[in-house]
């Protein structure tokens, strides 16, 4: 009579998990993967998995698979060479990497350039106990500074939108979207139904049937979400165009004083910043700190010196100073400045819905129409109660808004929590956050040439 157990257990293949799942294992064999119904009604899928995790048999026992630590013993690099993985025991193993640990620190940790000499890279930025587990919290923690850049973006900080924002823009991770809440979603081909995970597929359904929430789907073909939302088709690869023209109908065909959250833009963003003729900040010629322009008192001031009303339009005669990069300094004894919201608006003043509507192939009527929603359903300056504390009720999230378009963190901002900053012309051309190029013209940081950059013409460029 075979023995069967069904032992408890957790996927996090992904970053929607971890879900809760039991593995059957027959005689000591691991034979199939069930929903763990202990969890029902605590887990949020009720103790189930999507399809992926079936495969974790598979990968358990897959013959290739990787059983020892492994030595390379070619130290030739090639396409055709042969890199010469050996085994090695566990002891090996560790002997040889706290040999290299040691002479490191005996080095110093950081190099002649204040570099890390220790460079790490953890296999795959995607597998969340890769970046979340405990080997980046506790021993590289307690390391010091270490590179992370080998692994393009992976690790514990990684230049992907989304961190950029949360981190920085909000001080806080959002990549747990509110959906159970949420009235409208806007989504530039984030295909949420196919891949969202097993939770991300329940709380989409739970909010379209209970808070009928509003899904628009922005994709060049009719995926499984498009399937449960309102398509838009577009062009690949031309969603920054719709949002800059989305930008463009938030502060030109509306009264951006009454639809953008404007107490937020001056108080808890960088909005009001002085910009100077190089497009940096212009700042404080002793502090260095950037300088708002003070509508009350007719004169530019620091940004944490209790400006009450900081201006975000107009244009001013400032004396200051710009810091480049590698510390290139523009000294002006009196330079013409703008906030960087007036920045923001003049940039996209020529990025029309018909601008828009040759690249995209979107209609320029559909375009406002849906910034006319969108706005109707930012609930701009709303808050909400969770849990004793109060929350801004719209904020982006990167999967539907922000994954590879930072135009959408601009697009968002006007409304809610993130800032304006004018510098997305640049990236627009090039989405990836981590794919900046230098500006062209200068050879500069892209900032230069996001505000002096020429109209648009209409012609689209691919990357
Ligand atoms: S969504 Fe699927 S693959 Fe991702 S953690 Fe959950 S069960 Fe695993």
């Given at each position: 009579m075979a023995e069967i157990r069904r032992v408890p257990e957790y996927c996090?293949?992904?970053?929607a998990g971890p879900d809760l799942f039991k593995v059957v294992v027959k005689d000591g064999v691991a034979v199939g993967i069930e929903p763990n119904c202990d969890f029902a009604g605590i887990h949020p899928a009720n103790g189930r998995v999507c399809v992926k995790a079936y495969g974790l048999i598979q990968k358990t026992y897959n013959p290739y698979r990787i059983k020892r630590p492994m030595r390379r013993t070619n130290p030739r690099k090639g396409?055709?060479?042969?890199?010469?993985w050996v085994e090695i025991s566990w002891d090996e193993a560790l002997d040889l990497i706290a040999e290299k640990l040691r002479e490191v620190r005996q080095k110093g940790l950081v190099d002649e350039e204040g570099y890390p000499r220790l460079a790490v890279t953890v296999g795959s930025g995607g597998i969340s106990p890769a970046y979340m587990g405990a080997l980046p919290a506790f021993f590289f923690a307690a390391w010091g500074p270490i590179d992370f850049g080998i692994g393009s973006?992976?690790?514990?900080?990684?230049?992907h939108s989304e961190h950029l924002y949360g981190e920085f823009w909000h001080r806080a991770f959002i990549v747990v979207p509110d959906t159970p809440r949420c009235k409208y979603v806007l989504s530039f081909g984030n295909n949420t139904d196919a891949g969202g995970g097993v939770l991300g597929v329940w709380r989409h359904a739970e909010a379209r049937v209970n808070n009928h929430l509003r899904r628009v789907q922005f994709e060049p073909h009719l995926s499984v979400t498009a399937a449960h939302a309102e398509w838009v088709p577009i062009r690949p690869k031309t969603d920054a165009a719709v949002l800059f023209a989305m930008i463009h109908v938030v502060l030109h065909e509306h009264d951006w004083q009454h639809v953008c959250d404007i107490p937020f833009l001056k108080q808890?963003?960088?909005?009001p910043y002085l910009v100077g003729p190089n497009g940096y900040f212009m700042r404080d010629p002793k502090t260095r700190k950037p300088l708002m322009w003070d509508a009350r008192e007719g004169r530019p001031r620091p940004f944490?010196?209790?400006?009450e009303e900081p201006a975000l339009t107009g244009t001013y005669h400032v004396r200051g100073v710009e810091v480049g990069p590698d510390e290139i300094i523009w000294e002006h004894e009196e330079a013409e400045c703008r906030p960087a919201f007036q920045v923001l608006m003049d940039h996209v003043a020529p990025y029309t819905p018909e601008w828009a509507q040759e690249i995209s192939d979107v209609p320029a009527e559909t375009i406002r129409r849906v910034t006319r929603e969108f706005l109707e359903n930012a609930c701009v300056g709303e808050t909400i109660e969770i849990e004793g504390g109060r929350r801004t009720r719209t904020v982006l999230w990167r999967s539907f808004w922000a994954r590879r378009s930072p135009t959408a963190g601009a697009a968002t901002s006007v409304v809610g929590p993130a800032p304006c900053w004018p510098r997305w012309w640049a990236r627009w051309r090039c989405p990836a956050a981590r794919s900046v190029p230098p500006c062209a013209s200068t050879g500069r940081d892209p900032t230069v040439r996001s505000a002096c950059a020429p109209a648009p013409t209409g012609s689209w460029t691919s990357p």
């Open positions: 996090y293949q992904c970053v396409k055709h060479e042969d890199p010469g973006g992976q690790g514990v900080k990684c230049y808890m963003t960088n909005s944490d010196d209790g400006v």
